[in-house]
Nanobody
Framework: QVQLVESGGGLVQPGGSLRLSCAAS????????MAWYRQAPGKQRELVAR???????LYADSVKGRFTISRDNAKNTVYLQMNSLKPEDTAVYYC?????????WGQGTQVTVSS
C-alpha cells in the first residue's frame, strides 16, 4: 500500500513563503496523477494544483502566479512552493495520488497565514 507523508507546513506572515513536501513510499509517479488539495475550517476540500497529462500543471485561480507544483522523481517527492501567502490560504494541505477511481491521501499539514 502506497503511503504519502506531507511536511513543511507552519505559521507564516502574510506575504511570506513556504514549501510543502509530499514523500511517497514508492515510485508511483508513472502510474498515479499527483495533486495538492486544501481544506479550510468549515469549507470543502478544494484542488490547489495538480499534474495533468503530459506533465503540464493546473492551478486553482486563487493561487495562479503564487504557487508552483513540482516533483523530484528520484526522491519520489512532490512539492508545493507557496509564495505571497495570504490569510485566505490558511488551511490543511493534503497530498493526493489518483489512479482512476482509486485515490490515496496523506495525513495533511497545517498552513496558517497570520500576522
Amino acid at each position: 500500500q502506497v503511503q504519502l507523508v506531507e511536511s513543511g507546513g507552519g505559521l507564516v506572515q502574510p506575504g511570506g513563503s513556504l514549501r510543502l513536501s509530499c514523500a511517497a513510499s514508492g515510485s508511483i509517479f508513472s502510474t498515479y496523477a499527483m495533486a495538492w488539495y486544501r481544506q479550510a475550517p468549515g469549507k470543502q476540500r478544494e484542488l490547489v494544483a495538480r499534474f495533468a497529462r503530459g506533465g503540464s500543471t493546473l492551478y486553482a485561480d486563487s493561487v495562479k502566479g503564487r504557487f508552483t507544483i513540482s516533483r523530484d522523481n528520484a526522491k519520489n517527492t512532490v512539492y508545493l512552493q507557496m509564495n505571497s501567502l495570504k490569510p485566505e490560504d490558511t488551511a490543511v494541505y493534503y497530498c493526493n495520488a489518483q489512479r482512476g477511481v482509486s485515490g490515496i491521501w496523506g495525513q495533511g499539514t497545517q498552513v496558517t497565514v497570520s500576522s
